[in-house]
């Protein structure tokens, strides 16, 4: 699964120098964003936070895992948008509330425990409050988990920010 995860980098990264080559700089909006490199979306909770705990995938989908990475925050904390897209869901989720977001290309972004007044449907931009950080699950008055999904799959929401592959040493002949 973590060659996955380092696949779909390699995939999200290929992706977004494809589709920025095509793209017309005219039409912005979730869906015109495509896929992101490294570095294109900002951190959900400002300025940067501590990493509490990064993606730890598991070896096969139904076995237990780390499908995200929680950022240190406190109930009450702003969260905001990384990135621009549509709420696609609102609401608790067994013990925590939980929020959503639709950001074209396949990309879906989750953020839990948060409380938020926002509804699906709602248009949100980069840097948008979506809600404050509540109380439940395993980040309970401790961390925001922020999960991210291409195509269904998880794969670390770090991708988006903080470019997380290996260093490469190249020959210099």
Request: proline letters at 10%.
């Amino acid at each position: 699964m973590k060659m996955v995860s380092s696949l779909a980098g390699l995939v999200i990264g290929t992706a977004v120098l494809l589709a920025a080559a095509s793209a017309s700089p005219s039409a912005p909006g979730p869906a015109s964003q495509g896929l992101v490199p490294a570095g294109a979306w900002i951190w959900p909770l400002p300025p940067v936070p501590r990493l509490v705990r990064g993606f730890d995938p598991p070896a096969k989908p139904w076995l237990s895992g780390h499908r995200g990475a929680d950022l240190q925050a406190a109930p009450g904390d702003t969260v905001r948008a990384p990135s621009g897209g549509i709420v696609s869901f609102a609401g608790h989720i067994v013990d925590r509330p939980v929020i959503v977001i639709n950001h074209g290309s396949g990309l879906l972004s989750s953020f839990e425990p948060v409380r938020s007044t926002l509804e699906v449907g709602a248009i949100v931009s980069e840097g948008d409050e979506i809600g404050m950080v509540g109380a439940g699950a395993h980040c309970d008055a401790l961390c925001l988990h922020w999960g991210l999904r291409l195509d269904g799959e998880y794969i670390d929401p770090l991708l988006t920010i903080i470019d997380t592959r290996p260093s490469i040493l190249l020959p210099l002949d």
